[in-house]
């Protein structure tokens, strides 16, 4: 092994040699002193470069002495060949110090850098490229021809054969010394083996079946031999260990997992945000006088607790809003922040479930322990449906859910072995049914704030809310009551889509305010949908539109009980792919037989009207059906 590495390094010292005078012609064979000392004169600043590399010692004199016909014709000899290669820099540097000396010498350490990565990358070190050939024939035509000079074992799988030279002057190589010393010939050849044991076996049988005595058998040499790039992939998969847990540590990438910059020592950290400017008020929640009333109850009682505590009186756990969506509940909980002067914490049920088991209880205890350190305060738990599902209920059994376990603790946070004190928890959901009763019962949520559809009065108090900020071609007021009239049985959301559709139509129309119009387009545009204008419809399909809806309006004015017909369209929509009829209903909870049969019987008129006219229906009553179905099924399954 060290008689080839050290073959290898005077191989390559002969090659650079040759390589820098043919492309400089500043480094001769032998460096003389008088060009060494013109380096040194010419660059005093970068004398580190002036200086032979590692290996190159032997070429150049270590004495620095100086004679000045040396210095004379190295400088006369650099001014002529730098002159020619590289313009009138090589001459007028003096021959030791042009350009393509400087930066052939800076290059030299990258190249030979270069130079032994690609040589390990390619995995040999031989100059001519190898031939592979079969062990069969190597043993006929190599082997037993006596051309087999040596054979190398690499890694115990593969063959290098090195074949005798013809000339045995071609294998001396000249030394530093004058002396010469024999080489072995790169390998010309090489085969694989399957088993080395194998191997041995079959080349010793060989060699004797040839006659060869066991003194004069090939010799053979095991080499290990290991690259850049096989080194390099052992290391691959703990680097990318490292780096995975490098940016799993930075949060890079965890916008799936944890959350929009949260880190993998961060995730059980509560996503709980702290209301600190907010701008909702009681004021800007409208028509929601009963749920107002409970939740102002208790920003009281945080405010001034000692009004309540010197009765006796505890403060209360918590209230769940419950209603249908967009009613006001969150809307009454951002009011809730603005007005109380407690510290308030707002989250999402979501927020509480991770794919990682434990991640939800660990939240729902960093959240409390916020609370706890900020008492009194508020937390508010929007949509806690998606964490307080009834346990048992769609979920395999016998594994781990995690969110059964995540509310398992927020129970025992609310009212557990440990109660917590002087925090008050508010909860919004649409689906009360489907909460587990143990979240519902007093000790956790001591009321269950219902936050309905508005009626005709706080319809219009959240028109005149949101009318406010709109310029009109007359008095809000007038408006306000107009429009509540108008919109029977829409939540606060609806209404303020009404109102911001009715900007955007009046700007589209280029109008300088928003007249009734606009609020009528409106109105269209978020009960029936987009207008298809485009749309292409038969006269005759048509016709039986216009009689069907005809139908509906003609039995609402006659019947008693049926609700006073509003419009009637037969303009396609988006929902009313041909048209639609919008009644008044009444702001009732109550319904007689008598009312509930006038209402299936104008549910039919379109119907009936197209039978009376065209003698036979279509599919247009399809929504009808299915509604008076619904009324029916109800009058003799729930109402009895």
Known sequence: GDKQASDQMLLLRVRLRAH???????????????????????????????????????????????????STSATKRGAGEGGGSGGGSGGGSGGGGGGPWNTEL???????????????????SSVTEL????????????????????????NGTLVRVHVAEPDPESSMLEMSGGQSQAVDPPPSFYFTIGSLEHFEERLEASQADLGIAPRDYVPVQFVTERSVLGEVARFVPTVLLIGLFYFLSRGVGMGGLGGGGSSIFSMGKSKAVKATKVSSRFKDVAGLYEAKAEIMEFVDILQRPE????????????ALLVGPPGCGKTLLAKATAGEAKAPFYSISGSDFIEMFVGVGPSRVRDLFAQARANAPCLVFIDEIDAVGRARGQGGFSGGNDERENTLNQLLIELDGFNPSSGIVVLAGTNRPDILDPAL????????????????????????????????????????????????PGFSGAEIANVC?????IAARRKQGAIGQEAFDAAIDRVIGGLEKKDLTIDPHER???????????????LL????????????????????????????????????????????????????????EVSSGAQNDLERVTNMAHSQVTVYG
């Open 307 to 318: 009004r309540y505590t010197k009765l006796g009186a505890k403060i209360p756990k918590g």
């Open 500 to 504: 911001n559709e009715a900007a955007l």
């Open 20 to 70: 820098l005078r043919t492309q400089t012609g500043a480094w001769p064979i032998r460096l003389g002193a008088g060009s060494l000392s013109g380096c040194y004169s010419q660059l005093t600043s970068s004398r580190s470069l002036c200086q032979p590399p590692r290996g190159f010692g032997h070429f150049a004199p270590r004495k620095a002495g100086v004679d000045a016909a040396s």
């Open 440 to 487: 519902l019962r007093p000790g956790r949520f001591d009321r269950q704030v219902v936050v309905d559809k508005p009626d005709i009065k706080g319809r219009a108090e959240i028109f005149a809310v949101h009318l406010s900020s709109l310029k009109l071609d007359t008095d809000a007021d007038v408006y306000a009551k107009k429009m509540a009239a108008l919109t």
């Open 560 to 615: 008693e009980h049926a609700d006073p017909v509003m419009k009637v369209s037969i303009v396609p929509r988006g929902k009313a792919a041909l048209g639609y009829s919008q009644s008044l209903p009444k702001d009732t909870p109550l319904y007689t037989e008598g009312q509930l049969a006038d209402m299936m019987c104008m549910a039919l008129g379109g119907r009936a009207a197209e039978d009376v006219i065209f003698n």
């Open 543 to 557: 016709r039986v539109i216009a009689f069907h809806e005809a139908g509906h309006a003609l039995v609402g004015w």
């Open 106 to 124: 800076g290059l030299l350490p990258i190249a030979v850098a270069s130079w032994w990565i690609i040589s390990s990358v390619l995995g040999g």
């Open 131 to 154: 031939r592979e050939i079969s062990i069969q024939h190597f043993n006929s035509n190599l082997l037993a021809a006596g051309r087999v000079r040596k054979l190398s074992v690499v």
